[in-house]
């Protein structure tokens, strides 16, 4: 079997998307009678992504794929008119839930396309049950046409190796207004604990004091295995990757009540009313005070989502529909 795998998100970011691009292939790569071809067109500058958005996606990439057996597009951008069996993944919808908080661009292509996509893909994949129902209800997609197929962790995440230096805790996310970061500094000064914000600068004017940046995924995992605990207390994710990798190295997690993230930690993190910062802070002590249970209990979650299982899972769609 023949499948065309869009790459597109290695050259766009280094955020889920990516991860759940790298996860993925890297896990199907060498299985017996499966031939995989991965597509991707441009760079990372704005010209190349409205020339991808606008003109690669519904025109160059059919084209490519006309004579394979099936198409993966790894977000909800793809043909509008498929030429083979296509399956897209949908890892949220904040483009249709919250469309202020993004710039012109997609603001345009959610409104222009992402419908049109979805409803013409042969299957939806979602990575998790909540991004499942917000197909279902933001843009009318049968439940039955939706797979859920959970993300997994990189092997890099793991309670073995260096930790970086210092009390603190930690947050993880891209500087943009859904992630909330502006009540996590607060929750932390309460908690009379020190802040470290890593992650990409994104959109919004959003800027917080702690912030250092991007890190490699090396130093990325030894700041997880350092920190007092993750903060994760993001408005809304269709996912919300830092709680899985955190677990999986062996750090507490306080996390957003009645989302993605609450279905992700299984029972094993700290809930909490992300609107409220006092909240926040009782959510970090509780982290501290139950760090040994944390610790095992999101260990054993961490272990459940990995990558293989991913791929068994996509691998099966992909049997089906070819």
């Known amino acids: ?53 606008a003109l690669w996606y519904p025109h160059g990439l059919p084209r490519s794929a006309s004579s394979l057996d099936v198409l993966h597009c790894t977000t909800f951008r793809g043909p509008r008119r498929p030429r083979v069996p296509t399956v897209l993944t949908v890892h949220d919808l904040a483009l249709v839930r919250t469309p202020g908080a993004f710039p012109f661009w997609h603001r345009l292509y959610g409104r222009a396309g992402l419908r049109t996509v979805l409803r013409e893909a042969d299957a939806i994949v979602a990575v998790s049950e909540f991004t499942r129902q917000e197909v279902v209800d933001l843009v009318g997609i049968p439940a ?15 309670p073995d190796g260096p930790r970086a230096d210092g009390e603190y805790v930690l947050a993880v996310a891209t500087l943009e207004p859904r992630k909330n970061l502006a009540r996590a500094v607060d929750a932390a000064r309460r908690a009379g604990a020190e802040l470290r914000v890593v992650g990409a600068r994104g959109w919004g004017g959003v800027d917080v004091p702690g912030w250092v940046g991007e890190l490699t995924d090396g130093d990325l995992a030894a700041a997880y295995r350092g920190a007092r605990c993750l903060v994760y207390p993001s408005l809304y994710e269709g996912f919300g990757l830092p709680v899985l990798e955190a677990m999986a190295c062996g750090t507490p997690v306080v996390t957003s009540r009645g989302t993605a993230m609450e279905e992700v930690a299984g029972g094993a993190a700290v809930l909490v009313d992300p609107l409220d910062p006092g909240a926040i802070a009782a959510g970090i002590a509780e982290a501290e005070s139950r760090r040994d249970e944390l610790v095992r209990l999101g260990s054993a979650r961490a272990a459940e989502l990995t990558w293989e299982r991913a791929a068994d899972a996509v691998e099966a769609l992909w049997r089906e529909l070819a």
């Open 1 to 53: 079997m023949r499948v065309g795998i869009d790459t597109s998100p290695l050259i766009q970011t280094r955020a889920g998307t990516a991860r759940h691009v790298r996860g993925l292939v890297a896990a199907l790569r060498g299985r017996r009678e499966l031939d995989l071809e991965l597509l991707t067109f441009g760079g990372t500058g704005r010209a190349s992504s409205i020339v991808r958005d």
């Open 144 to 158: 039955e046409r939706i797979r859920v197929v959970p993300n997994g962790v990189d092997e890099v995440f793991s």
